[in-house]
C-alpha cells in the first residue's frame, strides 16, 4: 500500500471495471491482501499466525452463530440442557459444532500468544507500529471478555463460580466494587439475569472483535510488515506480492494447523476443559478448585501471588497487579528503548526473551493447579519476573546492550545467503563491510 | 517519564510479592502444613479398557446392553439420567418394539395429570420419555439418602477426572478403612452412615456399595456376571450415555483427518512449486528454516577444523 | 474558495450580532443533543442493575422458633447460603474465652450478634477465601478444631463464632444486616 511499486488493481473484465468506478471493494481487497499488498520476501512461518487468528475468529463467529440457533439462555437448567442434552444430543451435528467451538476458543488462543510472542521477539510492536501492536491488545482483551461470558454460557459448575470468582475481582475495589459488582451481575450472585447479559454480550463482541481487526490490518498496512532482520523494506527486491507468495504459504500452513485442531476436536475434545463443567450449576456447593480455562492460568497466578495485607488488602494488590500485567504491554513501546527491532541482533535480550516465555509457563502451571505451598512460591516468583522482565529489565538492557551488526538490508541479507540471524560475531564480521550505524529503526 | 513511573511500579509489585514470598516461605518452615488422609491415602483410578478407547474405539453393544441391565435393576434405584431417553436405546441395539417396552414396563411412571380432573398423576413412559427420576427434588433425594445427592448419572464419566475408570474403581473400590490411615490420622475414621473408598476424592462416600454379589443381575446374553464384569459394563454404559455420538465421532474424525492430510500435503507442494521461482534468487531466512540451521553447522564445522589444522 | 473566504470574512464584520446569534444557535442545539444523548443512555445503564423481581428476593424472613441450641440451619439468600445458628452456652463460653488480639479478624462475639440475643449466630455461609460453602452448619458434619465451621476447599478452620483461627480466609465469615422481627422470626437483608 504505501510502497511505490505496489502493483495497481486493473479490472480485468467489464463487470470489473464497472464495480471499480461505482464501488472500488475488489480494489481495496487487491491492495490490502490481493497481489497489490508487498510483504517482506524473507518471512519464517512466524508469520503465518496473524493469518491464522483470523481463520479461527472465523470459526468462532460462524459455529457460534449456528450454536445460538440452539441455545436457551436460562439459569435454572436450560442453559445446561440445552447445551449437554439438545445440542450435544439431538440436534443435527450439534455435537460437532459444539466441540469445534469450544476447542476453537482454545485454538484462537494457542494462534493468538504465538502471533503475541512473535511479536515480542522480534520487536514488531515498535515504531512505526506501535498502533498496530495496540489494536492488537485491545483485540487480546476482547478476546478475553468473550472468552470468559462464552464459557459461563453453559452454565457448569465451572461456568457459574467462574463468573462468581472474576466479578468478584470488583469487590476488592473499596466503596464502589460491590456495587459494580451487582450492576455487572444483574443481582446479588450469578443468575438468569447474568446468564441472559452474558449471552447478549457473547454473541456482540466477535463482531467488535471483527471491526478492531480491521483497523489491525489498517494500520499494518502503513509501514508494511515487519520481518525477521527488522530491516527496513529498502526497494522491490526486499518484497514479494502477498498474493500468491504469501496465501500459498498461509494456505498450506493453516491446513497442517487445522489439522491439529481437527485431531484435538475429534479425538480428545474434553482434554482442555475441566470436568467440573459437566456438573450442573450449583450456587450451594462450591468445586474443590476454581480454575478458569487454561488460557487465563497465567493470569490466576499474578492473582493468587500476592497473599499479605501490606498497606492494601492482598486481594486488592492482586486484582491491580492482574491489570497491570496486560496493560503494562500497551506502553512496550516506550519501554523497549533498544532502536533494533529484531531479538537475532539483540544477544542479551534473546536470553531474557526466553526467560520470559518460561517464566510464562511457570505461571500457567502454577495458575492452573490446586495451590500447594511450592506451587504458591515457585507463582509468586514468576510474578516478579513478569514485572521486572517489561518494567526495569527491558528498559535497562536497551541502553546497555550492544546489538549486532544489522544485514544492510532484507535482499542483501538473503542474496548472499548470509546467515545473518543469530549468525556468531565471527561470521559476521567476515561479511563485507557496510555501514555501521543502525539503520532498522528510523 | 513512562519508563521511570514503569519501573517504580515494577519494583513496588516486586517488593510487595517479596514480602508474600517469604512469609509463605517462613510460614512454610515454621508451621508445615498437616499432611491430610485424604491426599495420602487417596488413589488413582485403577486401569480400564473399553471398546470405545482411543481415536478408533467403537462401542461394543452387547456390553452396553449387559450395563443398562445394571443401571435399570441397580442404579436406577436412586440415580437419575435425566439427559437421556428411551429412543436413544435403539442406538444400542435395542429394536423399537423392545424399546417400547421398556419404556412402558419402567418401575418409575412419569409425573403426568388426570386428563378428567387435572389432578397429578402419573402415567407409563414413552418412548420419546427421558428416563423418569427416582425423587421428585433435590430434598426429596437428599431426605432419603441420609442427606446426601445422588448425581445424575447422564455425564458422569465426563464430569469426573478419570471417566470410566473411575465409574469402574469407585464400584469396586470398597473396603475396610486401613489400620494404617487411623493410625496416622485417629480423628480421620470414616463417619457413620459413610462408607470407606480410597478411590473417592474425600475417601468416605455415603453411596452404600451397590455391586455387592456375583450373580446380582443375571445377564440375558449368559455373560457371567461377576462383580467385577458388572462394573466394567455399567462403566461402559456410562460412557455411551454421556456421548451417545463418540463412535460417530470418532469415524468421521479419521476421514477429516485424512482430507485435511492430503489438502495439506497438495498445499505444501503448490507453495513449494510457487516459491522455487523465488527461492532460488533468495533463500528464506528464519531461526527455524532447515537450510539455515544446516548452513550454520557447517560453518560451525569448518571453523574447528580450520582452528584445529 | 478564496472568495467564499473573503465573503465570509466581510459577513462578519458587517453582521457581527447575526453571527452572535448563529453561534448561539450551533452552541445551544448541539449541547441540547449532547444532553440528550447522556440522559438516553441513563435507560441503558440502569436495565443492568438487579430488576424488581430480584430486588423481591433480596430480603427473606426467616422462622428460628425450631432451632434448639447446639443447632443450626441453612437458608438461601441472594442465591447464597446463610447459617443461622443457636449457639450453647459453652460455645458462647468458648467464643468469649479467645484473646481477641491473636485473631486475624480481631471481633468478638457481641460484635458479631445483635445485643441480647449472643446465642443467635447469623453469618453468611460463604468462605471468606473463595466463596466455598463451610461444613459444620448441619448434623454430623465436620467443624473442625474450633467447633464452628471448616471449609473443605482449601482447609480453613472457623471458630464458634464463625470467625478464622486457620487456614488461608483472610476475614471471619461475614455477618449480614439482620434484625429481629419477633423473639421467633429474623429478617435477613
Known sequence: MSFSWAKPYEPKSALARWMDDRMPLPRLVYGAIGGGYPVPRNLNYFWNFGVLAGIFLTIQIVTGIVLAMHFMASADGGAFNTVNQLIMRDVNAGWLLRYAHMNGASFFFIVTYIHIFRGLYYGSYKAPRELVWMLGLVIYLLMMATAFMGYVLPWGQMSYWGAQVITGFFSAFPLVGEPIRVWLLGGYAPDQATVTRFFSLHYLLPFVIFGVVILHIWALHIPGSSNPTGVDVKNERDTLPFHPFYTAKDGWFAGAFLTLFVIVTYFAPDYLGHPDNYIPANPLSTPAHIVPEWYFWPFYAILKSFTVNFVLPAKLWGVLAMFSSILLLFLLPWLDTSPVRSGNYRPIFKRFFWLLVIDVALLGWAGGFAPTPMRVAVGQAATIYYFLHFLVILPIVGRIETPLPLPDSISSSVLHGEDAESAPAAIASKRPPRAKTVTAAN | ?309 | MATQAESATLDHQHHGDGVRRRDFLNVAAVSFAGVGGVIAIAPLIVQMSPSADVLAMASIEVDISKVVPGQGIKVAWRKQPVFVRNLMPKEIAEANAVDISSLRDPQTLAQRTKPGKQNWLITMGVCTHLGCVPLGISEGENRGPYGGYFCPCHGSMYDTAARIRQGPAPLNLQVPDYSFKSPTVVQIG
Open chain 2, 1 to 309: 517519564m513512562i519508563r521511570v513511573f514503569g519501573f517504580l511500579v515494577g519494583i513496588t509489585f516486586a517488593g510487595v510479592l517479596l514480602i508474600s514470598l517469604i512469609s509463605g516461605v517462613a510460614t512454610y518452615f515454621a508451621d508445615p502444613p498437616a499432611a491430610l488422609a485424604s491426599t495420602v491415602f487417596h488413589e488413582e483410578p485403577k486401569a480400564l479398557h473399553l471398546t470405545s478407547d482411543g481415536p478408533f474405539g467403537k462401542f461394543d453393544n452387547r456390553q452396553l446392553q449387559r450395563g443398562f441391565q445394571v443401571f435399570s435393576e441397580v442404579c436406577t434405584a436412586c440415580h437419575s439420567l435425566k439427559l437421556v431417553a428411551f429412543r436413544d436405546l435403539k442406538q444400542i441395539g435395542y429394536n423399537e418394539p423392545e424399546v417400547k417396552k421398556i419404556a412402558s414396563d419402567w418401575k418409575i411412571q412419569v409425573p403426568s395429570i388426570n386428563d378428567q380432573t387435572g389432578e397429578p398423576a402419573t402415567r407409563p413412559a414413552i418412548m420419546s420419555d427421558t428416563f423418569p427420576a427416582p425423587f421428585a427434588n433435590e430434598v426429596a433425594a437428599r431426605a432419603a439418602n441420609n442427606n446426601a445427592l445422588p448425581p445424575d448419572l447422564s455425564l458422569i464419566t465426563k464430569a469426573r477426572e478419570g471417566g470410566a475408570a473411575y465409574v469402574y474403581s469407585l464400584i469396586t473400590g470398597y473396603q475396610t478403612q486401613p489400620a494404617a490411615l487411623l493410625k496416622q490420622f485417629p480423628d480421620a475414621k470414616t463417619p457413620d452412615g459413610l462408607y470407606y473408598n480410597p478411590y473417592f476424592a474425600n475417601l468416605n462416600i455415603a453411596m452404600p456399595p451397590p455391586l455387592t454379589s456375583n450373580g446380582q443381575v443375571s445377564y440375558a446374553d449368559g455373560t457371567n456376571p461377576t462383580v467385577d464384569q458388572m462394573a466394567k459394563d455399567i462403566a461402559a454404559f456410562l460412557v455411551w450415555t454421556a456421548e451417545p455420538d463418540l463412535a460417530r465421532r470418532h469415524a468421521d474424525g479419521i476421514a477429516v483427518t485424512i482430507f485435511l492430510l492430503f489438502a495439506t500435503v497438495l498445499g505444501y507442494m503448490a507453495y513449494t512449486q510457487l516459491w522455487a521461482e523465488a527461492k532460488r534468487k533468495v533463500a528464506p531466512v528464519g531461526p527455524l528454516d532447515s537450510a539455515n540451521k544446516a548452513r550454520r553447522s557447517r560453518a560451525a564445522r569448518a571453523a574447528r577444523i580450520t582452528t584445529s589444522g
